[in-house]
């Protein structure tokens, strides 16, 4: 079946209810992925890197833990380079990647909450580059900078898109979730090329599969769909290449 008659079908069986029925109708872009949200981004991010540019970094080798659940935390970290995947997993032992974040961006702030414990472990996905600040020189830092008000509204973005992913967790359909995921991992990390985004970073089916929250063969039978119809490519390097006008206009005639 070509792109066209298959994309084609793809729309009739949503418009007459027959996929997803009674599910609503999911925004393509997530809150943090709004211009506004980026801004607030670029903002704390430029501010930090210019405050902090002095300040120890710590490096970690790709799929070393930053930290691990359970384990006594006080510190916030900021990516000068790298890339940082959060996991919690389930009494069974059953994994769940609820964000990837890059150069650039914060965790493990719930460290400031003063809880104590982390509530999920932080590893690296490739080499990575760390600034650590203990929770009393980061607050510090926000006041002494008048970056409350920017952390306050990151965090809230951070918060909007935790529960917009939790529902869609719930209520799309795997495929969807797959391909949304798709979109914002090359929204955040991609490289915009003439073929579309290129994610420059190996992801493999497997994590993709606790990102979506269903099995690595499912992840596998869905990507080659999304290659078949044109949606996504590899480069010769073995980069995933996302094509966001086609793979966001398929996804949004799916909702």
Known sequence: MSFSSEY???KRRCTHGIVNEGVPK?????????????LIRGQLRDSLRHKTRDSRIVKFARHANVYTCGEQGDTV???????V???MVSPEGKECIFAVHGAGEIFGELSLSGTGERLETATAMEETHLRVFPCLQFFNLLRSESLVEGFVRYLSVR???QQEMIAH?????SEHRL???LLELARKLGKKERHGLTIEHKISQEELSHMVG???PRVSEFMQRFRNLGLIETSAERFLIIKEKELTAYLTHMA
């Open 85 to 87: 995947k959060l996991v």
């Open 26 to 38: 999911w925004r393509v872009n997530m809150l943090g992925q709004t211009p506004q949200a980026e």
């Open 179 to 181: 391909g949304t995921t």
């Open 77 to 83: 970290f900021f990516i000068e380079s790298g890339q």
């Open 169 to 173: 967790l719930v209520t799309a359909g």
């Open 214 to 216: 269903t099995t690595r």
């Open 8 to 10: 084609l079908c793809a």
């Open 159 to 161: 918060i909007a898109d």
